[in-house]
């Protein structure tokens, strides 16, 4: 199995316990494309998957968001098979206590959930970091 941790630096030097690093570590379940990150305690609906090349976040249930509202206009996910899907809303999901993806496109028809490496770099002070089979996500801030 593929890891996946997010490491990240508390205001105060010695806060986090390995009890809260686990916590908010995700795995990866190789699957035959790509990998399936979630968090050890939740459902398969909440398996997400670190795309490099996606644009935006996108999540298939509306459940997961703390908050969200209508498009202003009409959006649309391109896919590689050529087809579009358009996008219901836009929301906020809290993936960890440290963790909240911006603007996740939620789109009903979608398979996956996705989280975009590009749009979180833009929006965090995250680092990303491929090391064999594993993926760090580091805040260089908190």
């Given amino acids: 199995m593929a890891e996946v941790s997010i490491a990240e630096r508390e ?9 809260q690093l686990e916590k908010d570590a995700l795995f ?3 699957s035959e494309h790509s990998g399936n990150a979630c968090t050890s305690s939740v459902s398969a609906l909440y398996y997400w998957i670190i795309d490099s090349g996606a ?15 209508k498009p202003l206009c ?3 996910i391109h896919l590689p098979d050529g087809s579009k899907k358009a996008v219901q809303y836009i ?3 809290k993936l960890t206590p440290h963790l909240t993806l911006h603007d996740v ?5 979608f398979a996956v959930n ?7 770099c833009k929006v965090t002070s995250y680092s990303i970091t491929f090391i064999d089979n594993k993926c760090i996500l580091q805040d260089h801030v908190n």
């Fill in 11 to 19: 205001a105060t030097p010695g806060t986090d316990t390995g009890a």
């Fill in 91 to 93: 929301g906020d999901i």
């Fill in 74 to 76: 009409l959006q649309f």
């Fill in 105 to 109: 496109l939620y789109v009903p028809e």
């Fill in 114 to 120: 996705l989280i975009s490496i590009s749009q979180l």
């Fill in 55 to 69: 644009t935006n976040h996108v999540c298939a249930s509306i459940t997961m968001s703390d908050s969200y509202s």
């Fill in 28 to 30: 990866i379940h190789p």
